[in-house]
């Protein structure tokens, strides 16, 4: 198999979790700049047990989530703001 580069692995498994193998990593930044997929799903305990029979043959591996999609907002800001603005101590 052959490594991709991380643009590629992103658009091809959004919000996913995604297991490479030799991964190339900039020393600096801790960044991944390639590496061949060898699993993905959105499910990260999936990755984890049915991945790790794969990276046998791999010196390193390495494992992160691709998230695309904004994570929803929690209200708690609107709740405080409202707490303020009543005179309501907190």
Not at 67 to 86: D, E, L
Request: net charge positive.
């Amino acid at each position: 198999m052959e490594a991709i580069g991380i643009d590629e692995i992103k658009k091809s498994y959004p919000d996913e979790w995604i297991l490479l193998g030799n991964p190339e990593i900039n020393r600096y930044q801790q960044k991944i700049l390639s590496g061949v997929v060898l699993y993905h799903s959105r499910d990260k305990k999936e990755v984890c047990y049915l991945g790790r029979p794969l990276t046998k043959d791999y010196e390193k591996t390495a494992m992160f989530f691709n998230r695309v999609t904004p994570r929803k907002k929690r209200g708690y800001m609107a709740s405080i703001y409202s707490a303020v603005r009543n005179d309501v101590r907190v």
